[in-house]
């Protein structure tokens, strides 16, 4: 499949995630490579509140769901990067 | 560091997850690689119900904490695959 295009609202993600998916900050998942239904469903979770994640949930809260969509596949379609030393 | 011994419990994860990490079934997601301090933190959010997912609280609730933090060790050592074709 064609990589998908950067997403514009990625820097609100990749300030802990990544921009690539690999975590930035402890407590951060990776997200490279993920699987997009997986992505998907964490992301209604955390909308919703089936997972209490307050960062998250504001996080996410103004996102539109095209631009969430769009943010799911771009990290699905990551390659995981080897840790850095 | 060491890859960790295979853990006594991977069975049970690895039904959906994969002994190596690379999800088996849809809506499992990949935990080859995962980080440590997030693995762990996602088992308590599954075993307390900060995560609402049945089907993990029943998983992991009768397997002790030693052998969740062994599963997480493994799990996050594993190096992330290719995805099947």
Known sequence: ADAPARPARLGLCAACHGETGMAQVPGAPNLAGQRLDYL????????????????????????????????????SAQTPQAPRP
Chains 1, 2 share one sequence.
Not at 44 to 59: E, H, I, S, V, W
């Open 40 to 75: 998907r469903e964490a992301l209604k979770q955390y909308r919703d509140g089936r997972r209490a994640a307050p960062l998250m949930r504001a996080a996410i809260g103004p996102v539109g769901d095209a631009d969430l969509d769009a943010l799911a596949r771009w990290y």
